[in-house]
């Protein structure tokens, strides 16, 4: 399955909220939730040395499920954000090696 594949299963799925600002407010944090419970059990493995994997995966799939909601709601294909997302993150790196390079010099 693509994620954009994913995207149209997952528009299928009502969202609650009567209005857009509604849906898209409900769908963020519904994604930072998520999030939260991810980055929960992570500082579990600082505080207690606990950690669970599987549920950290559980969670990502969640967190990955609310993020593609608020793409379709944007009307964006995941797949056209995450190539844009590619190239901001491999312009910063391309910034940050050339600010490195000129400290170096």
């Given at each position: 399955?693509?994620?954009?594949?994913?995207?149209?299963?997952?528009?299928?799925?009502?969202?609650?909220?009567?209005?857009?600002?509604?849906?898209?407010?409900?769908?963020?944090?519904?994604?930072?939730?998520?999030?939260?419970?991810?980055?929960?059990?992570?500082?579990?493995?600082?505080?207690d040395g606990?950690?669970?994997?599987?549920?950290?995966?559980?969670?990502?799939g969640?967190l990955?499920?609310?993020?593609?909601?608020?793409?379709?709601?944007?009307?964006?294909?995941?797949?056209?954000?995450?190539?844009?997302s590619?190239?901001?993150?491999?312009?910063?790196i391309?910034?940050?090696?050339?600010?490195?390079?000129?400290?170096?010099?």
């Amino acid at each position: 399955m693509t994620v954009d594949e994913y995207a149209q299963w997952a528009a299928g799925i009502s969202t609650p909220g009567a209005s857009r600002n509604e849906r898209l407010t409900y769908l963020a944090l519904a994604l930072i939730g998520e999030a939260g419970e991810a980055c929960d059990n992570i500082k579990n493995l600082i505080r207690d040395g606990t950690f669970d994997e599987d549920y950290l995966a559980y969670e990502l799939g969640d967190l990955i499920y609310y993020w593609t909601c608020l793409c379709v709601e944007l009307g964006k294909a995941p797949s056209d954000m995450l190539a844009k997302s590619r190239a901001n993150i491999e312009q910063r790196i391309a910034q940050r090696s050339s600010v490195i390079a000129q400290r170096s010099s």
